[in-house]
């Protein structure tokens, strides 16, 4: 089955620990993103990578870091977590269209995160 | 940033009748894109719909693009509980390789 996939998928943790979240796909996507979404802010994205080792920073990247080492994996890591980044993170990926735009992306189901 | 603006924010509905609601956007765009959530899961994709296509339908799912006024409807017809969802609109302006999101729009189906 075509899917994305996030791990965990709720983590509870405290300022300044470090920690990471997995995305991965099984779609042979270029692109991978990662969002956060927070009430009344609407998604937001944080990175994004056109393909392995091509990453460049979306609206928000300030606290986070990602690498793309393979296709398939584009994981999200805080070195030092704090509490405004608590919130809902989601994974997507997607094709380049022949018109050389993005395609629909497919999203990962959420990781609710809580930085205390 | 530029993003779509979806319009109205909120709207209740009862089942059965029809839910439009609508997106603008600033510049000139290659595609947008409409995707529904339900409660906190993770964004599906509805309709794309190309910056020369003025209308495009997905079983109950009408989306129309109006390139002269930068701005984009959606339309649900015959509402179901299950339409309950927040909709967002995402558009992917020339020029740049991101899909630029709006708030969303919750719309609530009354049985």
């Known amino acids: 089955e075509a899917q994305v996939t996030q791990n965990p998928r709720y983590l509870i943790t405290v300022t300044g620990k470090k920690l990471t979240v997995t995305c991965s796909q099984n779609m042979n996507h270029e692109y991978m993103s990662w969002y956060r979404q927070d009430p009344g802010l609407g998604l937001r994205q944080i990175y994004y990578s056109m393909n392995v080792e091509v990453t460049d920073k979306g609206d928000v990247p300030e606290g986070y870091k990602v690498s793309r080492k393979e296709k398939r994996n584009f994981p999200l890591i805080l070195e030092s977590p704090s509490p405004n980044q608590t919130s809902l993170y989601f994974c997507?990926?997607?094709?380049?269209?022949?018109?050389?735009?993005?395609?629909?992306?497919?999203f990962g189901p959420g990781t609710r995160l809580l930085v205390l | 940033s530029q993003q779509g603006e979806e319009d109205p924010q909120a709207l209740s509905i009862q089942e059965g009748e029809n839910a439009t609601m609508n997106c603008s956007y600033k510049?000139?765009?290659?595609?947008l894109q409409w995707y529904r959530q339900n409660s906190g899961r993770g964004l599906v994709h509805l309709i794309l719909?190309?910056?020369?296509?003025r209308e495009k339908h997905s079983g109950r799912l009408r989306v129309t693009l109006d390139t002269s006024k930068k701005s984009s409807s959606l339309l649900i017809t015959a509402s179901r509980a299950a339409d309950t969802a927040s909709y967002f609109c995402a558009t992917c302006y020339y020029g740049n390789n991101r899909l630029a999101f709006g708030k969303g729009n919750q719309v609530v189906v009354i049985p």
């Open positions: 510049t000139s765009i290659n595609n």
């Open positions: 719909i190309r910056s020369n296509e």
């Open positions: 997507a990926s997607s094709l380049w269209g022949t018109s050389g735009y993005q395609e629909t992306q497919y």
